[in-house]
């Protein structure tokens, strides 16, 4: 079974500074690994994914996240945090290959970042 | 193109009474999904479907049923709502392909009193 941890419900970081939001998963084979953002009464929103190659990939808004397979984690990454980044953060996982069960991804609980100016 | 639309935004149920959350979409998706989301917690798959006259279980499903007539709708039904029922739904759909990223429309908050 597939699963996902994010460790922190909450991160506060300053303006400016840069920001980690940390995930970890556990998969039987490779991953497939995402971040979602969520706006306050809003859906989620695609960040960022990693499917194979180069393991710092680069999404919407600046955000970034680093694919470190022996720790496995896919930590969500930004150098300049802004006051707009403020929102929940999900991180999902899903097996490859294709588990003939639609795609399906298993999200972790989320974490809150607060960006204060 | 509208992405993922939900209806209604919002609906306060009393318990035992039935209702249908609406999810369609205008891209072609054959994969869509429902999600309930509760406070302070992840999203915990309700159902699925991979195409229309497919549908499958997913993690939660105790509650609720689903249908799949055609492409672009996927409705969710709650009968007999209990409070534990009270969550804000997502649907969500996928391009097909395994990696794709999925489409999530914007939630409808459903409170069971």
């Known amino acids: 079974a597939q699963s996902v941890a994010q460790p922190e419900d909450q991160v506060n970081v300053a303006e400016g500074n840069p920001l980690t939001v940390k995930c970890t998963y556990s998969?039987?084979?490779?991953?497939?690994l995402f971040w979602y953002v969520q706006y306050p009464n809003r859906g989620l929103q695609f960040l960022l994914k990693?499917?194979?190659?180069?393991?710092l990939v680069k999404g919407s808004y600046g955000f970034e996240a680093e694919f470190n397979k022996s720790q496995t984690s896919f930590h969500l990454k930004k150098p300049s945090a802004l006051v707009s980044d403020s929102a929940l953060y999900f991180c999902?996982?899903?097996?490859?290959?294709?588990?003939?069960?639609?795609?399906?991804?298993?999200f972790g609980g989320g974490t809150r970042l607060m960006v204060k100016p | 193109n509208a992405g993922v639309t939900q209806t209604p935004k919002f609906r306060i149920l009393k318990i035992g009474q039935s209702m249908t959350l609406q999810c369609t979409q205008d891209?072609?998706?054959?994969?869509m999904y429902w999600y309930r989301q509760d406070p302070g917690m992840g999203l915990k798959l309700i159902y699925y479907?991979?195409?229309?006259?497919?549908?499958d279980k997913g993690e939660v499903p105790n509650g609720y049923n689903v249908s799949r007539s055609t492409t672009e709708d996927f409705p969710l039904r709650l009968e007999l709502a209990a409070p534990s029922q009270t969550s804000v739904y997502f649907c969500?759909?996928?391009?097909?392909?395994?990696?794709?990223?999925?489409?999530f429309g914007p939630g409808t908050r459903l409170t069971v009193l």
């Open positions: 969500a759909t996928v391009r097909t392909g395994v990696y794709n990223e999925q489409f």
């Open positions: 479907s991979v195409g229309a006259g497919i549908t």
């Open positions: 990693y499917i194979t190659g180069d393991n």
């Open positions: 998969v039987s084979g490779n991953p497939y």
């Open positions: 999902a996982v899903r097996d490859r290959p294709n588990n003939n069960a639609g795609n399906m991804l298993t």
């Open positions: 891209m072609n998706h054959n994969y």
